[in-house]
């Protein structure tokens, strides 16, 4: 009698268990620290090399990612110390919003250039991804490696895990049969790595689109950019037209 009470408290534990680690997850928030190196943002002009001597080579900023039912939105949080950075360099990135609805295939993004606020409204952009057999552990999770490209040329490199059951991942990047957890993008210099997933810390009221009075496309925000930049850059120094590269994948991402 004993042994057949030991035979199914230990089946049921393994079934536990094992339900347990097959659980899939589908409302949480999760906190992103990004890492942007700076200094190999910027040009080699004089100024550009002053300003390097006095700043840090990395600025950290945390994010935080809400979903619930298919919807997320990703903001701003904090900065990991926002007093060793121009101001100019902050504003941008508190700013910013992005809303996605996963059901519908439809995104609501806010961006912010020198104080002035884009609106984009459209269907959320599809990604190429090809899958590869490397694998990594991010904040508990066990992921897999992906690498897609946005914007006809620029390369993106994605850890996803299948466990969290939305498509998403950070800023407008996303489309893989799971969640972002880990992204590089070599040519904005900057890294995206999930550092805590909260099961409990989700407010799901603040999942909204932001509203605004006019919107853009994603293609009329490109076009708005492109003639723009005519004011913001000159065409014939090096510095400028970094910058604006720079500027123009970041304000699409």
């Known amino acids: 009698m004993k042994t057949k009470i030991f035979i199914a408290a230990v ?19 999760i906190e992103y620290e990004v890492k942007t190196n700076i200094k190999k943002t910027m040009g080699t002009g004089m100024w550009e090399e002053m300003m390097k001597d006095v700043m840090p080579d990395f600025k950290v900023s945390f994010y935080k990612y809400s979903f619930a039912n298919d919807k997320s939105i990703y903001k ?23 809303y996605f609805d996963h059901t519908t295939g439809k995104m609501n993004m806010q961006k912010g250039i020198w104080g002035t606020y884009f609106n984009i409204e459209d269907s959320i952009i599809p990604i190429e ?24 040329s ?6 996803y895990t299948d466990e969290i059951m939305i498509p998403g991942g950070p800023c407008s990047v996303s489309g893989l049969p799971g969640m972002i957890l880990g992204l590089t993008i070599p040519r904005l210099y900057t890294s995206w790595i999930a550092t805590k997933v909260s099961l409990t810390d989700v407010d799901e009221k603040a999942i909204k689109p932001i509203t605004a009075k006019k919107y853009y496309t994603n293609n ?22 970094k910058w604006m590269e720079q500027l123009m994948w970041n304000t699409r991402l």
């Open 11 to 29: 089946g049921l534990f393994f079934t536990t268990a094992l339900t347990a680690q097959t659980q899939f997850i589908n409302k949480a928030s």
């Open 76 to 98: 701003f949080d904090h900065w990991e110390n926002k007093a060793k950075f121009p101001e100019y360099m902050r504003r941008n990135e508190e700013d910013n919003v992005w």
């Open 129 to 152: 991804w090809k899958l590869e057999n490397e694998n990594r552990v991010i904040a508990g999770f066990n992921c897999r490696k992906a690498v897609g490209k946005i914007m006809d």
């Open 154 to 159: 620029v390369y993106v490199f994605a850890f």
């Open 220 to 241: 009329t925000l490109k076009t708005t950019l492109d003639e723009r930049k005519k004011e913001w850059v000159r065409e014939d120094d090096p510095n400028d037209q």
